[in-house]
């Protein structure tokens, strides 16, 4: 759980540096650089986040976790496509779809975590 919220917060993070550079990125060389490394920050945080929900969530449920995603061995390569245009509308559409997919893959984690925590509480607790 610790990693996830680590994940969380270095996205967040990642988040806070785009909107602060992301006037620079149209106005110079360097800053189409600094925004097409972010993109791929953003890109390999959003696939780790996305192994850790996977692993995390097989765990809930009470089944064996990828062991290779839970190593960080196995998951996919992030690699910033050149042929796509960070620019176009139908690009940017499709990289928020994919945040917010996992943003719905974190809810239904925190769900599962916080049911199962209730569970084990009620379980737990001792009738006087």
């Not at 620079?24 to 929900?53: F, I, K, Y």
């Not at 496509?81 to 620019?87: E, G, K, S």
């Amino acid at each position: 759980m610790r990693s996830v919220l680590s994940g969380l917060l270095r996205t967040a993070l990642l988040i806070k540096t785009l909107d602060d550079f992301w006037p620079l990125c149209c106005s110079s060389p360097a800053g189409v650089q600094l925004t097409q490394q972010l993109h791929r920050e953003m890109a390999a945080c959003l696939s780790d986040l996305s192994s850790l929900c996977s692993v995390l969530t097989h765990t809930a449920h009470g089944k064996d976790p990828n062991l290779s995603l839970l190593l960080g061995i196995s998951s996919v390569p992030v690699v910033l496509d050149q042929c796509d245009d960070w620019n176009s509308p139908a690009v940017l559409q499709k990289k928020l779809q994919e945040a917010l997919q996992l943003r719905r893959d974190v809810e239904a984690l925190r769900t599962t975590v916080s049911d199962r925590y209730a569970q084990d509480m009620g379980d737990n607790c001792t009738t006087q």
